[in-house]
């Protein structure tokens, strides 16, 4: 699928249309989840809001993992942690669902190191999952497992 290719063209300008394809030069869709806030005119791809998605660089071949971080939460402490641990509980299904290896295991040095931390690149999936998981686990996971006991 190519959205640029989908997209109605009468209500988007021409510098916009560039920027697509700019964009899609660069970046490969991998996997993502829509938000349910937002209605979409195509399935989820680079140029929907997501929840969160994976995309790789066509040039340096690594893989990101974006989140969408504009939400308000009612309960400002467990509400983010909430959101981000069901996002990483569906990227586990995913993984699981398409047989990537979900035991890769990161270390500090992965996490923090800024060329190599959640907003740098990884060079595989289950490389990035890993890291995630150790974000997710360290931010939430265990203050909201222990809230739902």
Same mark, same amino acid.
């Given at each position: 699928m190519n959205p640029t290719k989908e997209m109605n063209?009468?209500?988007i300008d021409k510098e916009s249309i560039k920027e697509y394809e700019e964009i899609e030069k660069e970046w490969e869709f991998i996997w993502g989840i829509d938000s349910p806030f937002i209605p979409q005119a195509s399935e989820v791809s680079l140029?929907?809001? @997501?929840?969160? =998605?994976?995309? !790789?660089s066509r040039f340096t071949k690594m893989y990101r993992i974006?989140?969408?971080?504009? /939400?308000?939460? @009612?309960d400002s402490i467990n509400g983010p942690k909430k959101y981000v641990c069901e996002l990483f509980d569906r990227l586990t299904e995913?993984?699981?669902?398409?047989?990537?290896?979900t035991s890769y295991e990161s270390c500090l040095f992965d996490v923090f190191t800024v060329s !190599?931390?959640?907003? *740098? *690149?990884?060079? =595989?999936?289950?490389?990035? /999952?890993? =890291?995630?998981?150790?974000?997710v686990k360290g931010f939430? /996971?265990? =203050?909201?497992?222990?809230?739902?006991q």
């Open positions: 063209y009468d209500n140029h929907t809001m @997501n929840e969160i =998605s994976i995309i !790789r974006n989140i969408e971080t504009m /939400y308000n939460f @009612n995913w993984m699981d669902e398409n047989g990537h290896d !190599r931390g959640i907003s *740098g *690149g990884f060079s =595989s999936i289950p490389e990035l /999952y890993g =890291s995630f998981k150790l974000l939430a /996971y265990e =203050s909201v497992t222990q809230g739902a």
